[in-house]
């Protein structure tokens, strides 16, 4: 892409996420208007949230920063590509249930992963894993629900992850066909 084409691109972009911004907003506004008697709810969870974002946004941005310069993009498409089968998909599970914290930390770094050259089934599994499975949450349902609970719950998430992540990669791959990508 040309400089001046990705710049048009950005600019676009950024359209994109003010106006969705300013309609979550302006939707906010209509409902805190419509249910007055939510309105310190609605204030003091927003506050909440925007207070963790700014604490957490700075970290996450420090560790994409280095991920896009330590990790090298053919590591990326040789371990997470469409030529890693379905290993990829395993691996994106692991990387996903490895880590601790807010899904919306995962978002980046699956955006840069596809930017590497990852698959799609792949940061989807990633995607899936870091919101419904987690290794410290394995252990505590071991220890409240027992093992047999434990395991058929994370054999029949990790079945039906990987079942939509490559579901999700057809449909993906067929729209860009069909759209012209």
Not at 72 to 98: E, N, Q, W
Not at 113 to 138: D, T, Y
Not at 140 to 154: C, H, I, T, W
Request: hydrophobic letters at 60%.
């Amino acid at each position: 892409m040309r400089g001046g084409e990705q710049q048009r691109t950005q600019a676009k972009d950024i359209r994109k996420d003010l106006f969705v911004l300013l309609l979550t907003v302006l939707v906010g506004a209509v409902l805190v208007a419509l249910f007055p008697a939510r309105r310190h709810l609605v204030l003091a969870t927003a506050w909440k949230f925007l207070v963790e974002m700014a604490l957490i946004l700075p970290a996450v941005m420090l560790l994409m920063g280095l991920f896009n310069v330590f990790v090298p993009k053919d590591a990326v498409v040789k371990y997470l590509g469409r030529t890693a089968g379905l290993k990829a998909i395993f691996l994106g599970i692991l990387l996903g249930a490895l880590p601790t914290g807010p899904l919306y930390v995962a978002f980046p770094l699956a955006a840069a992963l596809l930017k590497k050259g990852a698959r799609v089934s792949c940061i989807v599994a990633f995607l899936s894993a870091w919101a419904c499975i987690k290794i410290p949450q394995e252990m505590v349902e071991l220890q409240f629900m027992g093992f047999r609970f434990m395991a058929a719950r994370l054999l029949l998430t990790v079945f039906f992850v990987v079942i939509m992540s490559l579901v999700i990669e057809k449909a993906v791959d067929r729209g860009e066909v069909a759209g012209g990508a």
